[in-house]
């Protein structure tokens, strides 16, 4: 089954709109982390955020916020004020504790290819 | 300055053959891992090494073999390669922290076209 879902395939905005990416995630898991990286044109996976379980306070780093919410299994991210240079593809995953007690597989939304334009 | 670097960043060969990935960061981190992406953006990991210890095996055919010679290395060993083998690669490093997710730093990618 999909453990982090990205319904938004695409996003068309135009410049200085807002836009918010969804990602919904699925865990049986009381302790688990979220992830939101970058995949700009060049193709390179820049880290965005990490978000533990136990964390629900939103956060916001420059135009960039999100939103996490445990009743809604979602974790939401927000740009604002977008730019042309934000043209990318966004990926939320998700990490949970697995066999070896370890955190560290990441399971990977579709991801969502955002285009702003000028 | 390079934190995880790959080499190299395109390989094209033919059906059948065998072909080899490298990777190595300088992070200080302990442990390493392969992720594939294929042609929709679909980001699957495939294996991670602890230092030089496979720690996860993901249900990869056993034509792919990941090798780490130190924990600063994992290179990725592709037998008999097949046209469905053709996707981007990534490799990305890590702290392993117990009891916590650390981040992922990762390669360029390595884009491997199999004809």
């Known amino acids: 089954a999909q453990k982090v879902t990205q319904a938004q395939t695409e996003i068309s905005v135009v410049e200085k709109e807002d836009v918010t990416l969804d990602c919904v995630y699925e865990t049986r898991d009381t302790t688990y982390y979220l992830f939101w990286y970058k995949q700009p044109p060049s193709g390179e996976l820049v880290f965005l955020i990490r978000r533990n379980s136990f964390d629900e306070q939103n956060e916001i780093s420059g135009r960039y916020s999100w939103n996490f919410q445990k009743s809604t299994s979602s974790f939401n991210f927000t740009i604002t004020a977008s730019q042309v240079v934000d043209s990318a593809v966004y990926f939320c995953?998700?990490?949970?504790?697995?066999?070896?007690?370890?955190?560290?597989?990441?399971?990977f939304g579709a991801g969502t290819r955002l285009a702003v334009h000028p | 300055d390079t934190a995880v670097s790959q080499t190299p960043k395109y390989l094209v060969t033919q059906m059948g053959n065998d072909k080899s990935i490298k990777c190595e960061q300088n992070?200080?981190?302990?442990?390493m891992y392969w992720y594939k992406q294929d042609s929709k953006k679909f980001l699957k990991i495939m294996f991670s090494y602890n230092n030089k210890e496979l720690i996860i095996n993901e249900t990869v055919p056993n034509r792919f073999s990941p090798k780490s010679p130190d924990k600063a290395h994992l290179n990725l060993h592709i037998n008999s390669l097949e046209l469905g083998d053709s996707a981007v690669y990534f490799c990305?490093?890590?702290?392993?922290?117990?009891?916590?997710?650390?981040?992922?730093?990762f390669g360029p990618g390595t884009r491997l076209t199999v004809l």
């Open positions: 995953a998700l990490s949970e504790r697995w066999t070896s007690g370890g955190y560290n597989k990441l399971i």
């Open positions: 992070l200080g981190h302990d442990t």
């Open positions: 990305a490093s890590s702290l392993l922290g117990q009891g916590r997710a650390n981040e992922q730093f």
